[in-house]
């Protein structure tokens, strides 16, 4: 072949490379070009799920509000029921044995006093609550059928001038069913802390009362010791001897408030 005739070859052949190369170059332009543009699309649709999902979420709210009310609020304080004692048809007492002068056999001593006064306050559950439910006895109106004993139990023994009140405070009651009954005969045990000559001891009291819907009526007893209040038992005139037993009752009347 002539050199002459070369030229135009090596011509046509750089043409061809140069098209090639131009024509991959510009194929994969778009892919890269485009490659973005599918990658940003999600990005608004994504958001615009997450800019939505709050206003979905406040949807349970007013359903467990709405259990919430309906369940603890029907079940709630409204339910307690406080028992006021009636100062006019309660009375406590003291019943002992002792040994009088001039008489061979023990016999019983008794002393009553009206003054009670108080009030118990169960729960919905019917448990009491303590910083509500005290009953207080005056003691310096303890009157039994002699005098000169009367007047020794209170100023020697029970030391009125200084502790002239005794107090109960409720702290648990076992046998009586829930809610309080409203017709009726139960009887069951008051436990709580009784102090009398500044002493707290706890004791429990049997309970037998009668119920209705406007009250609660019966009669409670505990036994103590004197002596485990810091008191000796007396002996002045003509009592020679008073028993540290000592048996404690209460008779009582309430009236019931929702």
């Given at each position: ?133 005290k ?11 002699e005098?000169r004993?009367d007047?020794?139990i ?27 009954p ?77």
């Amino acid at each position: 072949m002539k050199p002459w005739m070369l030229q135009p070859l090596l011509a046509a052949a750089l043409l061809v490379l140069t098209a090639c190369g131009a024509s991959s170059t510009t194929s994969s332009a778009p892919t890269s070009a485009s490659a973005p543009t599918p990658a940003s699309a999600p990005t608004p649709a994504s958001a615009s799920t997450a800019a939505s999902a709050p206003t979905s979420a406040p949807a349970p709210t007013p359903l467990s509000t709405t259990a919430a009310q309906n369940t603890p609020a029907s079940v709630s304080g409204s339910q307690a029921v406080r028992l006021v004692v009636d100062e006019q048809a309660s009375q406590a007492s003291y019943h002992a044995r002792e040994q009088l002068l001039g008489h061979s056999l023990p016999s019983d001593a008794i002393g009553t006093t009206k003054q009670v006064s108080g009030t118990i306050v169960l729960g919905p559950g019917g448990e009491p609550i303590a910083d509500q439910s005290k009953i207080t006895v005056d003691l310096s109106a303890l009157q039994s059928d002699e005098r000169r004993r009367d007047n020794f139990i209170k100023t020697d023994t029970l030391q009125t001038s200084r502790f002239p009140t005794a107090t109960f405070v409720v702290r648990d009651i076992q046998g009586l069913g829930t809610p309080l009954p409203s017709s009726g005969q139960a009887t069951f045990q008051l436990s709580g802390d009784l102090t009398v000559h500044g002493v707290t001891r706890p004791v429990t009291w049997q309970v037998t009362a009668t119920f209705d819907q406007q009250q609660v009526s019966g009669s409670a007893t505990t036994q103590v010791l004197i002596s485990d209040f810091g008191m000796t038992p007396p002996k002045a005139g003509p009592v020679l001897s008073l028993d540290d037993h000592l048996t404690l009752e209460l008779t009582f009347a309430a009236s019931r408030e929702a």
